[in-house]
């Protein structure tokens, strides 16, 4: 059991241990019991302190923060003895580089490890050359202000997944190290053998034939456009889309119907949804082009599609010119609570330019 000189607890979090806090950090004090005996000095630490990993206490101890009686304590593997009394020095979390911006968000869900978020098609997810705000990573630092205690000892929010910037839905983001890593591990399995479920719903050209199907390829750099990912014989990473057909939109007027190469078919457009057993980038995209159904306006992997919109009624046209982005929509998230380990699920409807366009398809 880990002692406090003041409390004795299993797990001690910051308001039940002996402490005293300055402008600059708080000091905790921590004395081992016989269960620790011959334990690493950062796992003891890390099992001690909630929100703090075990890779984060490597980094207070390297850094000098970590001291037995007179003497500093630079090994994460130092063996702890009985009765031994650490005393640590927790920095406060680091200013985050990028400026906190109040920008709306759609809230599915907060509580105080974590924050579920349906992005717009449009916003960025993270600072990087080019948009260095705007960002969500900016909007959920003036959000959260103070709720962020810190991941990875600075004080910002924890992506563990993206979002594609014209790819709207649903996304969670960590506020701290404890739930950072739970969501990370999640995302890491994919949903193979954990809890974690993500859906997409998206508009992709022609009709997929068969309706219901999984697509398994390396993906990786097109080696004709670096800007574009590509299905790959050789190299890159292994991916694996599973996708179901929900309905088919059919075109009356066949009279171009060579324009959009359908064979015996008259459908223009398909909604699919589809579900992730890999997160490689631009996964579904790159997994409906190498079937020959390009998601919907697209403007990486649909360029070729342009004129096949065609066949369309005008006003069909109109929507699919007016998305300008590809149909792409996360549309239900499901994982389980890092902290409090109850299963949450959340769905979106179609944001209004997609569910505009779907209804228009309707009609033909």
């Known amino acids: ?17 002996s402490e005293k806090t300055t402008e600059q950090s708080t000091h905790v004090r921590l004395e081992a019991g016989a269960e620790h005996v011959g334990e690493r000095l950062d796992r003891f630490i890390s099992s001690s302190l909630e929100h703090y990993t075990r890779s984060r206490v490597k980094e207070l101890i390297k850094t000098g923060h970590i001291s037995r009686g007179e003497k500093v304590i630079l090994e994460p593997n130092c063996r702890i003895k009985l009765g031994d009394i650490y005393d640590v020095e927790l920095p406060p979390a680091a200013a985050a580089i990028p400026l906190a911006q109040d920008i709306p968000l759609d809230i599915a869900y907060e509580d105080e490890h974590l924050i579920v978020i349906d992005k717009p098609a449009g916003l960025v997810v993270h600072p990087a050359t080019g948009h ?28 563990v997944h993206r979002l594609d910037r014209y790819t709207s839905g649903l996304m969670v983001v960590a506020k701290n190290d404890t739930a950072h890593l739970g969501l990370s591990e999640q995302f890491a399995d994919h949903g193979r053998q954990g809890p974690l479920t993500r859906a997409y719903t998206a508009l992709v050209w022609g009709e997929i034939s068969p309706k219901n199907g999984t697509v398994k390829s390396q993906i990786g750099r097109s080696p004709k456009n670096p800007l ?91 929507a699919v010119q007016k998305l300008k982005r590809q149909a792409l929509h996360a549309s239900v998230l499901g994982f389980s609570h890092p902290v409090t380990g109850e299963y949450h699920e959340y769905s979106s409807d179609l944001p209004k330019d997609m569910e505009k366009l779907e209804n228009l398809l309707q009609t033909l």
Not at 1 to 17: A, C, F, G, R, Y
Not at 137 to 156: E, I, M, P, Q, T
Not at 284 to 307: C, E, Q
């Open 1 to 17: 059991m880990t002692k406090n000189i003041q409390n004795t607890s299993q797990t001690v979090s910051l308001d039940e241990q």
């Open 132 to 159: 260095w705000s705007g960002t969500l990573v900016n909007a959920l630092l003036f959000h959260c202000g103070d709720s962020l205690s810190g991941v990875g000892g600075v004080k910002r929010p924890g992506i």
């Open 228 to 318: 574009k990912m590509d299905v790959l014989k050789d190299g890159g990473k292994f991916a694996i889309t599973h996708y179901e057909t929900l309905k088919t939109y059919g075109v009356h007027d066949v009279s171009n119907r060579s324009a959009m190469k359908l064979g015996d078919n008259n459908a223009a457009v398909s909604k699919i949804t589809c579900r992730l057993e890999t997160g490689r980038t631009h996964q579904i995209r790159v997994h409906m082009t190498h079937l020959g159904h390009p998601l919907i306006s697209d403007p990486v992997y649909a360029t070729g599609f342009k004129t096949k919109a065609d066949i369309l009624p005008q006003k069909v046209q109109h």
